[in-house]
C-alpha cells in the first residue's frame, strides 16, 4: 500500500460501491471535513477507482478540494470487492457505549458535538432528561397489587443511577406503585 496525494479529478466513484451515501449523509461527511479536514486516506485500485471512501471523495469534490490523500492498494478483483464491503460493515458490528458516549459528548462545548456528527435530538436520545423522576413525590400513592409480576427494564446513565435508585427507593418505602406512578407522568408529558 502506498499513501500519497494525487488530483482528485484522477479518482473515480466506484460503480459497484454496495453503500448508498444520502444528502445527509454527504453533508455530515462535509461537515466533518470542514471541521477536521481529511483524517484518513480513501482507498483507490492503482486505475484510480476508490473502493473505500466514496463518500469522502463526493464530499470533498462539492467542497471545491483539488487534491486528495489517498491510499493506493494492491488489492485487485474479488479481494477489493469483499475490502469494500468489509470497510463498510465492520463499523456496523460495533456497538456504542452509550454511557461514555453521553459522557463525552457533555464534556464538548460549543459546536463540537454538530462537528461529531450529533444534533440536539441525538445527544438527548442519548441522554434522557431524568428530571421526571423529581417529580415522582407529588404522584398519587398507588398500592401494589400482589400479583403484579411484570416488570419494565429502563436504562439510566451512570451518573445519574445512584439518584434515580434512591427515589425508588423512597417511593416503595412510601408505598407507591412505581410502574403506576411512571405511567401517570409519561401519559401526562407525552399524554395517553
Given amino acids: 500500500m502506498i499513501i500519497k496525494t494525487v488530483k482528485i479529478k484522477s479518482l473515480k466513484l466506484d460503480e459497484s460501491n454496495v453503500r448508498e451515501h444520502d444528502d445527509g449523509n454527504i453533508e455530515a461527511i462535509k461537515n466533518s471535513i470542514r471541521s477536521f479536514g481529511q483524517q484518513k486516506p480513501v482507498v483507490a485500485l492503482k486505475d484510480g477507482t476508490v473502493i473505500a471512501g466514496n463518500g469522502t471523495l463526493i464530499a470533498m469534490r462539492k467542497l471545491g478540494y483539488k487534491d486528495i490523500v489517498v491510499a493506493e492498494t494492491e488489492l485487485e478483483g ?9 470497510d463498510n460493515r465492520v463499523a456496523e458490528l460495533a456497538n456504542w457505549d452509550t454511557d461514555a458516549l ?5 464534556q464538548l462545548s460549543g459546536n463540537l458535538p454538530k462537528m461529531a456528527g450529533y444534533n440536539s435530538s441525538d445527544i438527548e436520545a442519548i441522554s434522557p432528561d431524568l428530571s421526571i423522576l423529581d417529580d415522582f413525590d407529588t404522584l398519587i400513592a398507588m398500592d401494589m397489587e400482589d400479583d403484579v409480576r411484570k ?4 436504562s439510566i ?4 443511577s445512584e439518584q434515580a435508585n434512591k427515589k425508588a427507593s423512597q417511593l416503595r418505602a412510601d408505598n407507591y406503585y412505581l410502574g403506576g406512578a ?11
Fill in 78 to 86: 474479488n479481494e477489493a470487492t469483499a475490502y469494500a464491503i468489509a
Fill in 102 to 106: 453521553a459522557s463525552a459528548l457533555d
Fill in 151 to 154: 416488570s419494565i427494564h429502563i
Fill in 157 to 160: 446513565p451512570k451518573e445519574h
Fill in 182 to 192: 411512571l405511567i401517570a407522568k409519561l401519559e401526562e408529558l407525552y399524554g395517553a
